[in-house]
């Protein structure tokens, strides 16, 4: 296992000293980057005087699009099992 690694991000005007696993900086820093610009746009956007309706914002952002793409998966491989269910069938079918 590597050594832990020390970073800083900043989000919002905060600065966040993290202690990380060297595998993780790529993520943490693009999901850093993620959330600055997605600040941004909620701010240019919308009248927003208060960082916490816009962090509020961001991670109602973030929740959802996680939770869609559980749901997405999840209707995947509904379809994915009804159509192999459907294979075979026609395999049976044509064994007989």
Not at 29 to 56: G, P, T
Request: some cysteine; overall charge negative; proline content about 3%.
């Amino acid at each position: 296992m590597s050594e832990p690694l020390k970073i800083k991000l900043t989000i919002a005007d905060r600065l966040y000293p993290l202690t990380i696993q060297p595998e993780q900086e790529e993520g943490l820093r693009k999901a850093s980057k993620k959330i600055e610009e997605m600040i941004k746009r909620f701010e240019k956007s919308y009248a927003v005087r208060d960082k916490q309706d816009v962090l509020a914002m961001c991670a109602l952002q973030f929740a959802a699009q996680v939770e869609q793409q559980g749901l997405d998966e999840s209707n995947d491989l509904v379809s994915l099992e009804t159509r192999l269910k459907a294979l075979d069938q026609l395999v049976a079918l044509r064994t007989e």
